[in-house]
């Protein structure tokens, strides 16, 4: 039978895709390579959030091409799907899949197939059996609905399509089952979840039915201000399964910049959002996304951005330069920084962020936590390693195997930049 090595870019979304085209290969027969030069069948589940990220899918797919000239190869996901007329030049691509005919693989492996994103109009509830990681990614829908200046992602994904309750409560029991404690609910933007429903339905609705099921955590995918009300603060801080992690996507902290971004809510309402769920829950975890240089930004605007960066209780800041997506509003403002500049403002953000989240390791040293150890060890030292609730990663001083993939209680100490724990009292299970 021929064998088959995939290479899966970007979002947890696309990395969950990963695994179900494997599971789908596998089960139709196909066997996994060791290396992708091994491969018959070469598979890349790629990215276009950034125009170096298509750079990347193109040098990969060339690469693979290169060290195997007989390797047939299969590129598919975001990139694929947005620049499929330009792609079909391509020497190096043998088929090209969009985002929701790679869920059916098995039957596209001879020929290319993509359709317009924006027809498909329901949820494609695709179960997933196997998976080797410790906490689950479990993708609840797809696409977005919202109208970014700066994004793409909508034309790569199409409407947002949520999936429904049972297909969702169906794969908790399929991951309980195969022994997992930790579930994290991904998509292209979960904070839609439900609106294409009727009854419309909310985000909460669903959270309030994972809390009546076994799973021991979950963990919430990025989620914009707007999407975080009274209402659901109170629910998680009640929650005994929810990881007290919450990823905001903020894109910028200056008004003007989010008008021109098409973000719909003010920093007033972010700044406050921030500062009641460092209130609220303990020691959370509270990351975001900035965007440095975007279009249009002044250095007036960068400059309240930076301003209400070190002013917010913010745990971490992922920050990157702004990168011209083809097809977007922001592509037609004159107004472009150069990539020196765009780089100097995301360092300076860097910069900004390494303090925030020392601030934050610090606050957790001496504190009792627990910890889902991790199904591999850590490579550098050999011992194993952990994630807590609230999102640090943990090295076990210990190398016994039976406390792999089990809940324990330690408390967090610091050496060299690193988070230890000992667990003193095992707990099984």
């Not at 018959?40 to 195997?68: M, R």
């Not at 076990?396 to 809940?407: F, G």
Request: net charge positive; with cysteine; hydrophobic share 35%.
């Amino acid at each position: 039978m021929e064998t088959f090595f995939i290479k899966n870019m970007g979002c947890k979304a696309n990395q969950l895709e990963g695994a179900i085209i494997r599971e789908k290969m596998i089960n139709a027969g196909y066997i996994l390579a060791n290396k992708e030069d091994e491969a018959d069948i070469f598979i890349l589940n790629s990215c276009t959030v950034t125009h170096k990220s298509d750079k990347e899918a193109l040098y990969i797919i060339s690469h693979a091409k290169k060290k195997n000239p007989k390797v047939k190869t299969i590129l598919t996901g975001c990139f694929a799907q947005i620049e499929k007329e330009n792609l079909l030049k391509n020497p190096n691509i043998d088929i090209i899949l969009g985002n929701d005919e790679k869920l059916d693989i098995t039957t596209h492996l001879s020929k290319t197939s993509i359709r317009d994103i924006m027809s498909v109009g329901k949820f494609n509830p695709v179960l997933l059996h196997d998976t080797n990681k410790t906490r689950a990614n479990l993708k609840i829908q797809d696409g977005c609905d919202n109208r970014c200046s700066y994004c793409i992602i909508p034309f790569a994904r199409g409407k947002n399509r949520s999936a429904n309750i049972d297909f969702i409560l169906d794969q908790i029991k399929i991951y309980e089952q195969a022994g997992f404690k930790e579930i994290v609910l991904t998509g292209i933007h979960i904070g839609q979840w439900g609106f294409d429903f009727k009854p419309r339905k909310s985000l909460l609705n669903l959270l309030q039915e994972i809390e009546k099921t076994n799973i021991k955590r979950y963990r919430l995918g990025s989620l914009n201000p707007l999407e975080i009300n009274g209402e659901m603060i109170e629910f998680l801080k009640n929650s005994e399964k929810f990881c007290p992690h919450f990823h905001l996507s903020l894109q910028s902290l200056c008004d003007e910049t989010l008008k021109r971004m098409n973000r719909f809510y003010s920093v007033s309402q972010t700044m406050d959002l921030i500062e009641r769920l460092a209130e609220e829950f303990k020691l959370p975890f509270l990351g975001s996304d900035i965007i440095a240089g975007f279009a249009g930004e002044t250095e007036t605007e960068f400059a309240t951005t930076v301003e209400n960066l070190k002013k917010s209780k913010l745990s971490k800041i992922h920050t990157f330069p702004y990168s011209i997506r083809k097809g977007t509003v922001a592509e037609t403002i004159k107004e472009q920084l150069s990539d020196k500049e765009k780089t100097r403002r995301a360092n300076i953000i860097k910069e900004i962020s390494a303090l925030k989240y020392s601030e934050f390791l610090n606050k957790n040293i001496g504190q009792p936590c627990e910890i889902l150890i991790e199904k591999i060890n850590d490579k550098k030292t050999g011992y194993l390693k952990g994630m807590t609730k609230n999102y640090l990663e943990v090295l076990i001083d210990s190398k016994d195997e039976t406390l792999k993939n089990t809940l324990q209680t330690a408390v967090l100490q610091q050496k060299d930049d690193k988070f230890y724990a000992e667990i003193k009292h095992p707990q099984v299970g």
